[in-house]
């Protein structure tokens, strides 16, 4: 609608142009003349609508965007450019063009900035209008006044201030929201409830975040608005106020739907969704943008709280409150809420036993963790043994798939520290030994048919940081994937044999050191199609032309970086297991008497020495496990001339204390061979002297107390 001044002063200024058009029209179109040709007959102006327009008055900047709107829909958008430019000129601020767009609308702005007649100038001006017609709407001052005007005296008051807050968008539902949450007057926080009711559907996203509140009162009004607001999504949270009977009945069919995979909310371009959550502490709202799948999850866990909130009696509600409720709280990362942490109070250990195997049954890792933590802050040593003869489920988390589940799993079994055997307890020593492997760098196995193919395919992986074992046997790809705590990826040629390609892939799907690695199974072009289809039949797969280049090797590294879940286990994780485990292990060999075979680890102890990140933990380890290798391995890093000096005396120490310990364990032939060391170090400089001296002392001290022991038999008897 184009907008006049008043209706009554256009018709007479149209009676009154009528009578003169021919001279009016002669002044209008002055402008255009000089653009002209001097040739041309200029034509008078006859439509008395834009003389009108022309000739109303212009004192305010309302007057001349009326008259430059009311000019382009008389489709004479060229009359409108010097009255346009007259407005540009009068400089108006931010607030003034902001109050042209309230006056306007947004929709006029945009007739303005889309007629080509008119541009640039035209989009320049109805841009900068715009933006400050957006700051002005999200001023906080300005919002609050809103607020405030909610509960005026008049309805037209109360009508413009619910208008212009719903017109701010998520800022104006936000503020009115948490407005809600602070008013303690009655009357207010109704006018405030009123107002909430007319933003939606902008409104509906927050307050479904708003009812995890603790907040009773606060949690009543706004199920009430969303009960107004007809909400879907709010109906099982609706029914917990009126009828338990008909809350479980939504609450079941609602999870239900969520564990068969239906979608309850639409994703951007990006497979994300605004994620709002509430705190009650702040008593503000944030958003989060997360994959579509986590807000299922999250979403799903607060059907389950409530539904344990409604049958607080029936333990398997509990556990299934439980187990979705850890798995969202790992989701966001947000730290653990009060309504978990009850739950977990109430929690005997039998009950976090049922969350801890659902979570692994259910595939849902972060929960399983967070369920293995607790057993293990717990300290009671009979979750070991609930379901004896067979292993409880901390016992089964040693071996799944999932690697932050079988530490988190070993770590609990550790602070737990049995000192008598439990069903499962054979799995620990070679789970410790699994984790102190770890070489905190990235690993990769290819195996292809030709050996020639998979070594040129590691070497090009070599070049993008990852260090790769090549083979050219099923067998042999799949004994190095599972001796690697490091290793990130598989790649398998679809026609690799010894065995082919279907067993290959079930060895490494179902052992735990490579359940969950991401495979990508290589083809070429004819057989492509056979990969794709194996690739559906498996989790984490990926069928993928044989890359022939950088690029498409760049690319199918991502491609499987990206299937390998949200929470990568990265090189500096590992590496703090790997820690943490050579710790484990030396403190079990500390001790004189354990029921853990753990002497099969030492090679792996050994071999850790030589990572520098590892080193001083190896050290330790051998110092105490107390073996002729053990003893073997010091010494002959200690004499390494190549390694770090601070390091080597470290284990020329390390090698004395074992030797006080348990003894010279070393053969005939390796005593001799370091007094050669020794002697041969003179040439060298005097820290690699002070080390074959360390080790050759400890050596002789042995044989002064055997020689001593001659001398003095009395002293030294038993």
Request: with cysteine.
């Amino acid at each position: 609608m184009i907008r006049f001044k008043s209706i009554s002063t256009v018709l007479l200024l149209a009676g009154f142009s009528w009578c003169c058009a021919a001279t009016l029209a002669q002044q209008a179109a002055s402008p255009l003349a000089e653009a002209n040709s001097p040739n041309e007959q200029l034509v008078p102006e006859s439509n008395p609508a834009v003389l009108a327009a022309l000739e109303l008055p212009r004192t305010k900047p309302t007057h001349y965007l009326s008259a430059v709107l009311a000019l382009v829909d008389l489709k004479r958008p060229e009359l409108a450019a010097p009255i346009l430019q007259e407005l540009i000129e009068l400089n108006l601020s931010d607030e003034q063009q902001a109050a042209l767009v309230a006056e306007f609308g947004s929709h006029r702005m945009l007739q303005l900035a889309r007629t080509a007649a008119l541009a640039p100038a035209g989009q320049e001006f109805a841009e900068a209008s715009m933006t400050a017609a957006a700051a002005r709407s999200r001023d906080p001052q300005r919002i609050a006044q809103l607020i405030d005007q909610l509960t005026a005296p008049t309805a037209s008051s109360r009508t413009a201030a619910r208008l212009d807050l719903a017109a701010a968008g998520e800022v104006g539902v936000v503020a009115a929201l948490e407005a809600l949450a602070r008013e303690t007057d009655p009357q207010r926080r109704r006018a405030i409830a009123t107002a909430i009711v007319y933003m939606d559907p902008a409104a509906v996203d927050p307050l479904l975040g708003m009812l995890t509140t603790s907040d009773r009162a606060l949690r009543r009004d706004v199920i009430r608005i969303l009960k107004a607001m007809q909400v879907t999504l709010a109906k099982p949270f609706i029914a917990t106020e009126s009828s338990t009977t008909s809350a479980v009945k939504l609450l079941d069919e609602a999870i239900g739907r969520h564990r068969r995979g239906m979608r309850l909310f639409v994703a951007d371009e990006n497979n994300t969704v605004a994620l709002w959550q509430w705190n009650d502490a702040s008593k503000k709202l944030s958003a989060t943008r997360c994959p579509v799948d986590d807000a299922h999850a999250i979403w799903a866990a607060r059907l389950a709280l409530e539904y344990a909130k409604v049958r607080p009696d029936q333990r398997l509600v509990h556990c299934q409150a439980l187990v979705l409720g850890l798995e969202a709280e790992g989701l966001v990362g947000a730290g653990r809420t009060s309504v978990i942490e009850k739950l977990l109070v109430t929690a005997d250990g039998d009950m976090l036993n049922l969350v801890l195997h659902s979570a692994m049954k259910h595939d849902l890792p972060r929960a399983a963790v967070a369920s293995a933590e607790v057993i293990g802050a717990r300290g009671d040593i009979g979750a070991l043994f609930a379901s004896s003869p067979n292993p409880a489920p901390l016992a089964e988390a040693l071996v799944y798939p999932n690697r932050r589940v079988r530490f988190a799993a070993l770590s609990a079994i550790m602070a737990l520290d049995p000192q008598s055997p439990f069903p499962g307890a054979s799995r620990l020593p070679e789970t410790l030994g699994y984790f102190a492997t770890s070489a905190s760098g990235r690993r990769a196995v290819v195996a292809m048919s030709n050996s020639g193919h998979a070594s040129t395919l590691a070497g090009r992986l070599a070049e993008l940081g990852i260090e790769a074992d090549a083979a050219n046997r099923g067998g042999a790809a799949v004994a190095a994937a599972q001796q690697s705590a490091d290793l990130e990826m598989v790649l398998v040629d679809v026609d690799i044999d010894g065995p082919g390609i279907r067993d290959v892939l079930y060895a490494l799907r179902t052992t735990s050191a490579t359940g969950q690695i991401p495979i990508g199974l290589l083809a070429h072009g004819d057989r492509l199609d056979v990969a794709h289809r194996l690739a559906n039949e498996h989790q984490r797969v990926v069928a993928f032309p044989r890359p022939q280049s950088a690029a498409a090797l760049e690319e199918l590294v991502a491609r499987l970086e990206g299937i390998s879940g949200r929470d990568p286990v990265t090189p500096q994780d590992r590496a703090k297991m790997a820690g943490a485990a050579l710790n484990w292990l030396g403190n079990l060999l500390a001790r004189e008497n354990t029921f853990y075979d753990l002497h099969r680890q030492a090679p792996i102890v050994e071999a850790a020495l030589y990572l520098p990140a590892l080193t001083e933990r190896s050290v330790a380890t051998l110092e105490l496990l107390g073996t002729p290798a053990s003893q073997r391995s010091l010494v002959d890093f200690a004499s390494h001339l190549n390694i770090p000096m601070k390091s080597r005396r470290q284990a020329a120490q390390a090698f004395a204390m074992s030797v006080q310990r348990h003894g010279v364990l070393l053969t005939e032939a390796e005593i001799l061979r370091q007094y050669d060391r020794y002697n041969a170090s003179e040439s060298l400089d005097a820290d690699t002297q002070q080390v074959f001296g360390t080790v050759l002392d400890a050596i002789e001290s042995l044989r002064a107390q055997a020689d001593a022991a001659q001398l003095f038999p009395a002293t030294y008897t038993q």
